[in-house]
């Protein structure tokens, strides 16, 4: 890693575990002006934040084949809006058999992802399992808002038909993820692991403190999707190159050619809101979170060799171990 793409991970890296930090500061001053249960609010901040999000697996195809050949990349590219296509038409027709499906795949992508960004990130060989990381990292944000207290309330503003999806097992889930959690921060606390373990705090706190669109939606747009656009820019020389001037220029690199698919993405879901008859802005938020979940299957599967890659690979150089930078670093790059 170069000291430019260095500083694009630790930039990022502070940004959305400040975002998260953020959105709770919020929430709870919400709260304390009694509009903590007022739903627009939520949908529209929930819309916008996933909307901040959808760039960051649009370069898929380059990232995964850069080698392809332009009539075999236009094959490979049909290929992934099929299956997100088939993906759309299986959620909306078997509801809560396909949020089942995604809650599992995404708890699963997004703690490996984190797991693989931190990794990428280290200068030095951790103690700690990657596991011990990922586990928590990927159901706090995923399982804690779908069966907290709230739960109910946020999925009857998204899709009624999504309410009791856990057939009577939420106090399990909730609990099993609690305590990975409390688990996780522990061992990373005793491994002097201490900004690691700040992260997991944050997830807690978001997801714990903030209603459930709020939670998934801040931590999908302001964290995973930033997390993965910095990874990236080690992927894409122009990105690398420009990230050697400026971190943020760089990290912007990585983002621009992603910005079709947002577009696409919003007048997609524009669509088939109104093919189906629904409304602003909750059916909207459901189509939007639909397509966000579709596209999420073909971008776990290709994004899964770069991950695979990060979280295995022993070699001397700076992607190969998990642990975070030392708090003297980070804090001397990031000025």
Same mark, same amino acid.
């Given at each position: 890693?170069?000291?430019?793409?260095?500083?694009?991970?630790?930039?990022?890296?502070?940004?959305?575990?400040?975002?998260?930090?953020?959105?709770?500061?919020?929430?709870?001053?919400?709260?304390?002006?009694?509009?903590?249960?007022?739903?627009?609010? &939520?949908?529209?901040?929930?819309?916008?934040?996933?909307?901040?999000?959808?760039?960051?697996?649009?370069?898929?195809?380059?990232?995964?084949?850069?080698?392809?050949?332009?009539?075999?990349?236009?094959?490979?590219?049909?290929?992934?809006?099929?299956?997100?296509?088939?993906?759309?038409?299986?959620?909306?027709?078997?509801?809560?058999?396909?949020?089942?499906?995604?809650?599992?795949?995404?708890?699963?992508?997004?703690?490996?992802?984190?797991?693989?960004?931190?990794?990428?990130?280290?200068?030095?060989?951790?103690?700690?399992?990657?596991?011990?990381?990922?586990?928590?990292?990927?159901?706090?944000?995923?399982?804690?808002?779908?069966?907290?207290?709230?739960?109910?309330?946020?999925?009857?503003?998204?899709?009624?038909?999504?309410?009791?999806?856990?057939?009577?097992?939420?106090?399990?889930?909730?609990?099993?993820?609690?305590?990975?959690?409390?688990?996780?921060?522990?061992?990373?606390?005793?491994?002097?692991?201490?900004?690691?373990?700040?992260?997991?705090?944050?997830?807690?706190?978001?997801?714990?403190?903030?209603?459930?669109?709020?939670?998934?939606?801040?931590?999908?747009?302001?964290?995973?999707?930033?997390?993965?656009?910095?990874?990236?820019?080690?992927?894409?020389?122009?990105?690398?190159?420009?990230?050697?001037?400026?971190?943020?220029?760089?990290?912007?690199?990585?983002?621009?050619?992603?910005?079709?698919?947002?577009?696409?993405?919003?007048?997609?879901?524009?669509?088939?809101?109104?093919?189906?008859?629904?409304?602003?802005?909750?059916?909207?938020?459901?189509?939007?979170?639909?397509?966000?979940?579709?596209?999420?299957?073909?971008?776990?599967?290709?994004?899964?060799?770069?991950?695979?890659?990060?979280?295995?690979?022993?070699?001397?150089?700076? &992607?190969?171990?998990?642990?975070?930078?030392?708090?003297?670093?980070?804090?001397?790059?990031?000025?």
């Amino acid at each position: 890693m170069t000291p430019g793409t260095a500083r694009v991970f630790r930039r990022v890296r502070t940004v959305s575990t400040v975002a998260a930090l953020f959105a709770v500061a919020v929430s709870m001053t919400a709260s304390l002006f009694g509009a903590a249960g007022t739903a627009q609010w &939520q949908v529209w901040l929930a819309v916008a934040a996933l909307a901040v999000g959808i760039p960051h697996g649009a370069m898929d195809h380059l990232v995964t084949v850069p080698s392809m050949q332009p009539a075999r990349m236009a094959l490979f590219i049909l290929g992934y809006l099929a299956v997100t296509a088939l993906v759309v038409v299986a959620i909306l027709q078997w509801n809560v058999i396909g949020f089942i499906a995604v809650v599992v795949m995404s708890a699963v992508h997004f703690g490996v992802g984190d797991a693989a960004f931190l990794r990428q990130l280290s200068t030095q060989r951790s103690r700690v399992p990657w596991f011990v990381y990922a586990l928590p990292a990927g159901a706090l944000p995923v399982v804690v808002p779908l069966t907290s207290a709230q739960a109910d309330a946020a999925l009857t503003l998204v899709n009624p038909g999504l309410v009791a999806w856990d057939q009577g097992t939420a106090p399990l889930l909730l609990g099993a993820t609690l305590v990975a959690g409390v688990v996780g921060v522990v061992w990373l606390v005793i491994a002097r692991q201490y900004r690691d373990a700040v992260d997991l705090i944050a997830l807690g706190l978001l997801a714990l403190l903030t209603p459930p669109l709020v939670a998934f939606a801040v931590y999908f747009g302001l964290w995973h999707a930033q997390r993965h656009t910095a990874r990236l820019v080690l992927e894409l020389p122009g990105a690398t190159a420009r990230a050697e001037h400026s971190a943020a220029a760089g990290f912007v690199k990585a983002v621009l050619p992603g910005l079709p698919a947002l577009i696409g993405t919003l007048v997609i879901a524009g669509g088939l809101t109104w093919w189906t008859g629904g409304s602003l802005p909750n059916d909207y938020l459901w189509i939007v979170l639909v397509v966000i979940w579709a596209l999420t299957v073909p971008h776990m599967a290709l994004t899964w060799r770069l991950d695979r890659q990060a979280l295995t690979d022993d070699s001397a150089s700076s &992607q190969s171990s998990f642990s975070t930078v030392s708090a003297s670093s980070s804090s001397s790059s990031d000025t």
